[in-house]
């Protein structure tokens, strides 16, 4: 059982940038695939970025690639993404997960799942 507590978010303008944190607890996180979702008022929950389980493969959106960076650090436990350049269409709440897969794009893949956490960018 794992548990994800997400922090970070928050009201920037356009062009700022935000890092965003996932912390899990239990003691096997390097067993898993990480993930970052983000789902916008009206719109489908939609993956980001993903990372493996020692973090020497990612993988992003074409929406954000270039401008966001996905990390992790297996001694904290913790999972991060830089976010760059943001737009106001990256408005939406931001989720990590934790998936046993080696690897997943896919949301229902994901075991579990953290509250989310708000990130606004104004124009």
């Known amino acids: 059982q794992v548990q994800l507590v997400e922090s970070g978010g928050g009201l920037v303008q356009a062009g700022d940038s935000l890092r965003l944190s996932c912390t899990a607890s239990?003691?096997?996180?390097?067993?898993?695939?990480m993930g970052w979702f983000r789902q916008a008022p009206g719109k489908e929950r939609e993956f980001i970025a993903g990372i493996t389980r020692i973090g020497s493969s990612t993988f992003y959106a074409d929406s954000v690639k270039g401008r966001f960076t996905i990390s992790r650090d297996n001694a904290k436990n913790t999972v991060y993404l830089q976010m760059n350049s943001l737009k106001p269409e990256d408005t939406a709440v931001y989720y990590c997960?934790?998936?046993?897969?080696?690897?997943?794009?896919?949301?229902?893949?994901?075991?579990?799942w953290g509250q989310g956490t708000q990130v606004t960018v104004s124009s």
């Open positions: 239990g003691r096997t996180f390097s067993s898993y695939a």
């Open positions: 997960a934790s998936s046993v897969r080696v690897f997943s794009m896919r949301d229902y893949e994901y075991d579990y």
